[in-house]
């Protein structure tokens, strides 16, 4: 999607009231390490994501760890040594013409992947701001399927049930065979005027596609069809600036016994029931970012750098953390004893997760993080806009 001058500088405007108002309020909070987190192995995967916004993430799947750059690499990596097992480059893809393969490779966006990893049917998965979605054996990294849709993936597809589900740049959603990347459906969502430059992930989960909208809505699509079985706002725009009204759920919905979970960005966290879309309770907070659920305890960064952690049973706030208040972190990830958020300035931040007290810092790249690390509960994986991908444990 195309912005104009003045939706840019809204966005731009938005998170930079995220990320500080002055350099005096980006102090960091003292923090006395309490424990210690060993690198693993670290290792670079071409040349990140830059300054660009991406939705690409490190991926762990059966000992692996998959990690993309927006120029077009995409790397497999033995999870317990950083052995590189395959590359594959994007833009040396064969099937293409030789003019596009020319065009693609001189670009200086190269291949622009911008959303991804996900895994499902023996394949990765990921999009590109070029309008394709792409799919490659997990074993090999030989390419399996590349198809065109019409708009920007700017997230990572959703894949389960014989589909991979991809959410556009348009606010569109497009379904492929897993086998081929045929297109089996397509539904439409009108955009607003005026959008936060990113979407969310959808997920498959009871024969049902969950999505989020950038007009404040959530709701669920029959996988094999397309159709919409409902859809109901969490967020609906109010006050006299366009930043004010600005209501996107750019959070990736998280789905647990039968409970979707969603926040919109000027909105409210919802818990909503899967099969209808009643709401069964809502909370004042407000994100873009991921959150994460573990047990009971919802875990979210709210959209000034806020953390929470949530009773999703009821909503019940069980802690809040405001120590890196103004500051631009990623969402949070689980980690054992720990959650695990990361800041623009390259710092990577453990909190205890049952009470929220910081237990540790470390510093890595400083050209930041941007997006939240993953966890298998052995290791954390971690990734900065530079393309240094690190692998950490601790006892």
Known sequence: MRFSVKQLAVVLVAFSLVACSSKEKLVLPEVQNQISPKKVWSTQVGKGVAHFESGLKPLIHN?????????????????????????????????????????????????????????????????????????????????SWRVQVPGEVLVSPAVGEGFVVAKLGTGA??????????????????????????????????????????????????????????????????????????????????VVAGTIYSIAFNGELHALELRT????????????????????????????????????RNGTELWSQTGLHRHFLTGPAVYKDYLVVGDNKGNLHWLDRNSGDFVARQSFDSSGFFREPVSNNEVLVISTRDGELTVLQTP
């Open 277 to 312: 879309g009643q709401q069964l309770w809502k909370r004042d907070y407000a994100s873009f970012r991921n959150m994460t659920v573990q047990g009971t305890v919802l875990y979210l960064v709210d959209s000034v750098g806020r953390i929470y952690a949530i009773d999703r």
């Open 63 to 143: 000992q692996r760890v998959y990690m993309a750059s927006r120029e077009g690499l995409v790397m497999a990596f033995e999870l317990s040594s950083g052995k590189r097992l395959w590359t594959y480059d994007l833009r040396k893809d064969n099937t293409l013409s030789t003019l596009q393969q020319l065009r693609q490779r001189f670009s200086s966006d190269n291949a622009r992947i911008s959303g991804g990893i996900s895994q499902g049917s023996g394949n990765i998965y990921f999009g590109t701001e070029n309008g394709e979605v792409v799919a490659l054996n997990a074993e090999t990294g030989e390419m």
């Open 173 to 254: 959603l497009i379904g492929l065979s897993s086998d081929n990347g045929e297109q089996r459906w397509i539904f439409e969502n009108e955009q607003p005027p005026l959008t936060m430059r990113g979407t969310s992930e959808p997920v498959i989960e009871s024969g049902g596609v969950i999505y989020g909208t950038a007009s404040g809505r959530v709701g669920v699509l029959i996988v094999d069809r397309g159709f919409q079985a409902w859809e109901e706002n969490i967020a609906t725009p109010k006050g006299s600036t366009d930043l004010s009204r600005l209501v996107d759920v750019d959070a990736k919905p998280i």
